[in-house]
């Protein structure tokens, strides 16, 4: 059985960091992509980074500079990191994971976590 677990969000003040963790269990082999969508209200679900199951990286255009993607094949551990943080980068950070490839699709993953919230004041 699969499980993606957040942890990591909260409330920051504008350029403040944060780290976002994934745990992932029941993911065997190392096939597997894994992203980090966020939702903001009223907003549709975006990619915001994602990493490869042979490490190939992606990032939106508008977190570029600002976060990075790692991920510990060891123990199935993804994390983000988030520097600079911005009032538009509120929204519910949610971790998911599908075989080898990322895709910008969210409905094309697999697997999904439940969530963690980061709010940004101004």
């Known amino acids: 059985q699969v499980q993606l677990v957040e942890s990591g969000g909260g409330l920051v003040q504008t350029g403040d960091s944060l780290r976002l963790v994934c745990a992932a269990s029941?993911?065997?082999?190392?096939?597997?992509?894994m992203a980090w969508f966020r939702q903001a209200p009223g907003k549709e679900r975006e990619l915001v980074a994602a990493?490869?199951?042979?490490?190939?990286?992606y990032y939106a255009d508008s977190v570029k500079g600002r976060f990075a993607i790692s991920r510990d094949s060891a123990d199935n551990t993804m994390y983000l990191y988030m520097n600079s943080l911005k009032p538009a980068d509120t929204a519910v950070y949610s971790c998911?994971?599908?075989?080898?490839?990322?895709?910008?699709?969210?409905?094309?993953?697999?697997?999904w976590g439940q969530g963690t919230q980061v709010s940004v004041s101004s």
């Open positions: 029941g993911l065997t082999n190392n096939i597997y992509a």
């Open positions: 990493i490869s199951s042979s490490g190939t990286t």
């Open positions: 998911a994971a599908r075989k080898y490839q990322y895709t910008t699709d969210f409905r094309r993953y697999d697997y």
